[in-house]
């Protein structure tokens, strides 16, 4: 099948070269040609494990092409999937200008039917919204060509995109005619294998099941976030409280884990969205979404308030090495990462920090231009020079395990603030450290 991905980023790029890797001939557009030039010259614009190797065997097998082409890019594919970025606006509410975009130049320059799928997340009532935004434009062009609009959101997560997206759960299509589906069925088939993960539905329905989703999992982790934070004040460990509640099966182990809070390109913005969908279009006060919002705002300042707590409110002069900068492990994601506000937080205070991740530094001196007051190491034991005490925020592999006697040598003083609890408390402690980790 010829196919067209609009947008290149982490959902776009792993689904087209997916798409690419069973057999279909694929276009990518993107209308950033910095991003554009990194691939045709045979890189890949993000971190992602195991992506570089897929994209480069698919565009060596002639399956897999990238353009900022938009015309070009409206022509190739039979289906065109949107995967542009959904940002939350200034009032929270999902900034659709790129979705609409999208659906502008399709249906500018799409000359036969096609079938125009909605990846991106999306508010309820956006596929409707692209249905009147290419009709606008084919009306402009005084023609009537026909086309359906599926509503397809992606459950992928970054660091196992390529495993989840070729190994799908489950495949989610809001579709409301019987071509549309019988094409999304086709597309589909290779991924399905050995029962049906299509679950089909009216194109509503799909549009709320992607919020729904996202808005459970940062529900559970606000919860667990807040229990973790009383089971300090009273002495229990959340640890032993997670494994208690999880073996219970309409509980479930998965997503429990207490830590410094969410973050991420998805859950934040699309919490905030559907609270804002809820009110806007609904009149729906989610009180339930907001508490999970207003618990994660306050768990993500968790770690500062420790280190003050630990070493005063004002760090003029402390120094402080931290592990981990991207939202979470094997991605170089920076979006609302729990490690910006922690960061912020020292630097406030008065405090000076040394930075390592395997792979997100890059990102990070994004988000800190000219921040003279952070610096970053080239690996985890050069970090810790000079440092006060270590601070934990994303759970990397490689931070599981460190040499605690090499780590107790080089810290001034033999503390970590662990917001992953990735360490065993009594061990830790054994071994002479400070150990402050989250609801333990
Ligand atoms: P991203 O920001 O990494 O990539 C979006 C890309 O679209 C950018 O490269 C941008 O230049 C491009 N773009 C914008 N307007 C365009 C246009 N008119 N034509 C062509 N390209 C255009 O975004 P990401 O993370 O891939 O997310 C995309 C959507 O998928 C969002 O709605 C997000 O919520 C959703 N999603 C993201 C997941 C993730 O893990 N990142 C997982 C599941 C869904």
């Known amino acids: 099948m010829k196919i067209t991905v609009i947008g290149t980023g982490y959902v776009g790029l792993v689904s087209g070269t997916c798409l690419a890797d069973v057999g279909n001939d694929v276009l990518c557009l993107d209308v950033d040609p910095a991003k554009i030039k990194i691939l045709e010259e045979g890189g890949i614009p993000i971190f992602e494990p195991g992506l570089q190797d897929m994209v480069r065997r698919n565009v060596a097998a002639g399956r897999l092409h990238f353009t900022t082409d938009i015309e070009r890019a409206a022509h190739f594919g039979t289906v065109q999937f949107i995967a542009v970025g959904t940002p939350p606006g200034e009032d929270g509410s999902a900034d659709m200008k790129y979705v609409t975009a999208a659906a502008r130049n399709i249906g500018k320059y799409m000359t036969d039917y096609k079938v125009v799928v909605d990846k991106s997340t999306v508010p309820v009532g956006t596929a409707d919204a692209v249905r009147a935004a290419i009709t606008e434009e084919l009306q402009k062009r005084g023609v009537s060509t026909p086309f359906s609009v599926v509503s397809n959101?992606?459950?992928?997560?970054?660091?196992?995109?390529?495993?989840?997206?070729?190994?799908?759960?489950?495949?989610?299509?809001?579709?409301?005619?019987?071509?549309?589906?019988?094409?999304?069925?086709?597309?589909?088939?290779?991924?399905?294998?050995?029962?049906?993960?299509?679950?089909?539905?009216?194109?509503?329905s799909a549009e709320l099941t992607k919020y729904a989703a996202n808005a459970m999992l940062a529900t559970r982790i606000s919860f667990m976030?807040?229990?973790?934070?009383?089971?300090?004040?009273?002495?229990?460990?959340?640890?032993?409280?997670?494994?208690?509640?999880?073996?219970?099966?309409?509980?479930?182990?998965?997503?429990?884990?207490?830590?410094?809070?969410?973050?991420?390109?998805?859950?934040?913005?699309?919490?905030?969205?559907?609270?804002?969908t809820a009110a806007v279009d609904a009149g729906i006060h989610l009180k339930v979404l907001n508490a999970v919002e207003e618990a994660n705002d306050l768990q993500k300042h968790v770690l500062a308030n420790k280190i003050k707590a630990r070493f005063g409110a004002d760090l003029t002069g402390k120094h402080f090495a931290l592990w981990g900068l991207a939202f979470k492990a094997n991605t170089d994601d920076m979006r609302e990462a729990t490690s910006r506000e922690v960061i912020k937080d020292l630097i406030a205070a008065g405090a000076t920090v040394t930075a390592y991740d395997p792979v997100a530094s890059a990102e990070a001196k994004h988000c800190f231009p000219n921040e003279l007051r952070l610096s970053y190491a080239d690996n985890q034991n050069a970090a810790l020079d000079n440092a006060d005490a270590l601070v934990i925020v994303t759970e990397w592999k490689e931070f599981r395990s460190p040499d605690f006697d090499n780590l107790k040598a080089k810290l001034r003083n033999p503390i970590i603030f662990d917001g992953r609890n990735l360490y065993d408390p009594k061990t830790v402690r054994g071994l002479g450290f400070e150990y402050l980790a989250i609801g333990r």
């Open 153 to 204: 959101p992606e459950f992928l997560k970054e660091g196992a995109a390529i495993d989840d997206f070729m190994k799908p759960d489950r495949i989610v299509v809001g579709c409301d005619d019987e071509q549309a589906a019988h094409n999304m069925r086709a597309l589909y088939a290779p991924f399905q294998r050995n029962h049906d993960r299509m679950i089909l539905m009216d194109i509503r």
């Open 225 to 276: 976030n807040e229990l973790a934070n009383l089971a300090e004040k009273l002495g229990a460990d959340i640890e032993h409280v997670r494994r208690g509640i999880g073996s219970d099966p309409r509980i479930g182990y998965d997503f429990l884990y207490a830590g410094a809070g969410y973050g991420g390109s998805c859950f934040p913005k699309d919490v905030k969205a559907l609270i804002k």
